[in-house]
């Protein structure tokens, strides 16, 4: 058993936290306050081939698979949550989609583009009436000769204003449900009837723009479904695996910067002439995180390897994702402790980690039905029915 990163890895590790520390680092503290993601940053992650880093070569990606995802994902994070979801919506679940389940005709049309960064993807799953409970979707896909005419409303659609290309799901047959009932479908904004009604303003992840998407006869032609007719609710589940593996990294990016900052602060912060690292309560509160941050670490990169293997790891990633978004609520609220006052100064890096990492817990899933997920799926390893 070898856990140590092959030398390719290593150096992929390297040049993604190069680039962060040169280009996004310095201007994430912007990035917050502006609420905005300047273009010119999104240009040069895509001249870096970041957009299509797991993807495969054959469509122009990088061929860096699931553990390459999960290491930029990693580093992205530990400077800005934000455009670690600008990433994570078009790679791991916009772009996921078209690239798990989608025909290979499908595959060369789209996935290109997507791979260089010339457009960016977008989920839209979640609607009024439908988050945890995503088979009950209310946005309906009518047949009409070669077309597939949606109507409905999609909420909480990361980068669902800059997005060119949309995975959205709809329901072809409301009464079937998850059973056959729902279809997913890929969806260009030029094709018409899409219109982006609202964009959220958020306590956090602010840089990453989150929208309300209204689909008004939207006309989609019938070779634009992904997979069969009516398995659209197993292409998404599939599909938010993925991403919740990558959000997991995305967690383990965010605590491990918090452990740093802890450190650090300990160790610059003098009271009664010493630094508070002295203090027992403080280096408790950092062996707690450095133990839980070891320990998501591998839980990361192991389910990383199955999933490149072609494994299923819907109980791994439900597991990753309650984890690492719990991890790196209980790191943040240290790091905050560990700051004190000066932890709640508006524009603090803790401060912004702490308005980022709430989010965390409840999208690509509430940590309440990765609970639900990790349970169900144990009955089923063990041979019961929960």
Known sequence: ????????????????????????????????????????????????????LPFSTKYGGGGAGEIGYCIMMEEISRASSAIG????????????????????????????????????AAFCLTEPQAGSDAANLRTTATRDGDYWVLNGTKLWASNGSRAEILSVFAANDRGMGARGGITAFIVEKAFGGITVARLEEKMGLHGSDTALLIFDHCRVPRANVIGPVGAGFLTAMKTLDGGRLSLGAAGLGGAQAGLETMVRWSQAAIENGQPIAHRQAIQWMIADTAMEVAALRHMVYS????????????????????????????????????????????????????????????????????????????????????
């Open 1 to 52: 058993m070898d856990y140590t990163l092959p030398p390719e890895y290593r150096l992929l590790q390297r040049t993604i936290r190069e680039f962060v520390d040169a280009e996004i680092a310095p201007i994430a503290a912007q990035i917050d306050q502006d609420d905005r993601t300047p273009q010119a940053l999104i240009q040069k992650m895509a001249a870096a081939g970041m957009f299509g």
């Open 85 to 120: 979801v600008i990433l994570g919506a078009h790679i791991g679940i916009g772009g996921g989609a078209i690239y798990l389940d989608a025909s290979e005709a499908q595959k060369q049309q789209y996935m290109p583009a997507l791979c260089r960064g010339e457009k960016l």
């Open 303 to 386: 389910a990383a390897w199955l999933f490149d293997q072609g494994k299923k790891v819907s109980r791994e990633a439900a597991m990753i994702k309650a984890y690492a978004t719990e991890v790196g609520a209980r790191t943040v609220d240290r790091a905050i402790q560990v700051h004190g006052r000066a932890g709640l100064r508006h524009g603090a890096p803790v401060e912004r980690h702490f308005r980022d990492e709430r989010i965390a817990r409840i999208f690509e899933g509430t940590n309440e039905v990765q609970r639900l997920i990790i349970a169900q799926e144990t009955f089923r390893q063990m041979g019961y029915r929960a």
